[in-house]
């Protein structure tokens, strides 16, 4: 039990968030009830949960260009982390309203301690994720 709980403390769950840190619905409001996500902040780590914001601060879809960015600065993170874990959900696709394809190709030099939605996968054609 104890050796599962340790391997837990290591898995960040990273969602998409809005830029003023209010998670009050989808993955968000997911990742602050059981991952710690700390309200106010709408960018990086507190807990063990990750955000990238995909929405500005009156909740608007942030521009594409911008979530890139954001995404950019997550994934350094996580080539600087290879001791974690990233549960990456499919960020901007839920309330953003951005498609799969939007989306996935940021994600495309993910390094490999990120595991990334299967519609992802696919699009990208990173079949050394499958396995």
């Known amino acids: 039990m104890e050796e599962r709980e340790a391997r837990n403390r290591h898995k960040i769950f990273v969602f998409g968030s809005n830029l003023s840190g209010r998670h009050g619905k989808g993955s968000a409001l997911h990742a602050k009830r059981y991952y710690g996500a700390k309200t106010g902040v709408g960018f990086g780590r507190t807990g063990n949960a990750y955000a990238i914001p995909t929405k ?10 911008t979530i890139r960015e954001y ?3 997550f994934l350094r993170y996580a080539s600087e982390h290879p001791e974690l874990e990233f549960l990456v959900v499919a960020i901007g696709t839920g ?6 394809e939007d989306i996935a190709g940021m994600f495309i030099n993910a390094p490999s301690n990120c595991e990334l939605p299967p519609e992802w996968i696919r699009i990208n054609n990173n079949g050394k994720r499958a396995g």
């Open 56 to 65: 500005d601060s009156s909740f608007n879809q942030l521009p594409l260009k």
């Open 71 to 73: 995404v950019t600065e």
């Open 95 to 100: 309330l953003a309203r951005y498609s799969h």
